[in-house]
């Protein structure tokens, strides 16, 4: 009888699989944490031909664990076979950063996946797929996966910027003496990378402004957001390898998000369609549309908040400040200051920042 509270099985589909990251996140979500106590789940992992001995290794060890929800577990290198009916596909498997390098540098290496990736999903996942891209440079090539998967909404495609979310909840928790869970209303702006704005004008401590919280709003101007900005690169020079396991976390946080209503008041951040950003800025201080003059398909992270069904908004009642405006404009370039290699002609006109 226990069976009959079980809902429909589910598969997930995940790149990268024999990585760091990965290791850290197919527990979680083979153990339930991430879809929940009555959810089964089938795990398609994906490799490559390097990695393919390893991805072995990672099946043996989700077989050996014996977890309840964990009803398949299967591996390949084809992405078009792997991404077969996927409702969740965690784009994560991708070359990394090492100490001294932006994670611009890393486009020309992986944006040829995520083409590729992103016709394969067009071909064979399910027609609603939620991705969530982590490999960086995560915006741009989340840009590239949703250019060449014209049948999937383009509001499916997720740039996480959930790591950068917490890790920004964190500082100002750190700063203010409280528990981080205190700590509310947390947008980042733009992309996952040097350039990305965490928002402290709207986000909130105890209910309350950042701002009335904490009075040393130079220290917020200049220590926090450059903190934030490049938390990531700090932790590759200390550790000699990126982010993993608060990586993992971020994703766990950032599916959770959109698959449980978020809490009344509140939102969260993700790397979404830029189409999207002109209700946002209709509401207030831009009204002509398109702010910038540039091209208005990107991915740019944004304030959402999701009725639990997989699906989001973005949050209207935002408000800004020259501060913001000027760090948020930022966040855009020519596209001619990044795009060196095989990006498609769609991306070389646009202006995906990096
Ligand atoms: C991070 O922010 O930790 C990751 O994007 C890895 C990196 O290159 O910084």
């Not at 998967?149 to 790591?163: D, E, Q, S, V």
Request: with cysteine.
């Amino acid at each position: 009888e226990e069976t009959k509270s079980w809902k429909k099985l589910i598969n997930i589909a995940v790149s990268g699989a024999a990585g760091m990251i990965s290791n850290h996140l197919l527990f979680k979500i083979a153990s339930g944490e991430v879809f929940g106590p009555n959810q089964p789940v089938a795990l398609k992992l994906l490799g490559s031909e390097r990695s393919i001995q390893a991805l072995e290794g990672v099946a043996m060890e989700l077989e050996d664990s014996l977890f309840p929800l964990l009803r398949e577990v299967s591996i390949g290198i084809n992405p078009y076979e792997v991404f077969q009916d996927a409702e969740w596909v965690l784009l994560i498997g991708a070359k990394p950063r090492g100490p001294g390098m932006e994670r611009a540098d890393l486009l020309d290496i992986n944006g040829q996946i995520f083409a590729e990736q992103g016709k394969a999903l067009n071909a064979s996942a399910s027609p609603n797929v939620k991705v969530i891209v982590v490999g960086n440079p995560c915006n741009t090539n989340a840009l590239i996966c949703m250019k060449n998967a014209p049948n999937i909404p383009a509001k499916n495609f997720h740039a996480l910027t959930r790591l950068d979310e917490n890790r920004a909840k964190c500082q100002l928790a750190l700063k203010a003496g409280v528990f981080y869970d205190q700590v509310s209303n947390m947008t980042i702006w733009g992309n996952h990378s040097t350039t990305q704005v965490p928002d402290f004008l709207n986000a909130r401590i105890k209910g309350l402004p950042v701002k009335e919280v904490i009075k040393d709003h130079k220290w917020l101007e200049e220590e926090f957001t450059e903190k934030v900005q490049k938390r990531g690169g700090v932790l590759i020079k200390k550790w000699g390898r990126s982010s993993a396991a608060s990586t993992a976390v971020s994703i766990v946080d950032a599916i959770r998000s959109l698959i449980t209503p978020t809490p009344e008041g509140d939102w969260f951040s993700s790397g979404v369609n830029n189409l999207l950003k002109l209700v946002v800025y209709s509401r207030s201080v831009y009204t002509n549309g398109n702010p910038y003059g540039i091209a208005e398909d990107i991915v740019f992270s944004m304030p959402c908040r999701s009725k639990g069904d997989g699906d989001y908004e973005l949050v209207k009642d935002v408000i800004f400040d020259d501060y913001l405006l000027k760090r948020i404009k930022k966040v855009y370039m020519p596209v001619s200051f990044w795009c060196k290699g095989d990006c498609s002609s769609e991306i070389r006109e646009g202006f995906q920042g990096l």
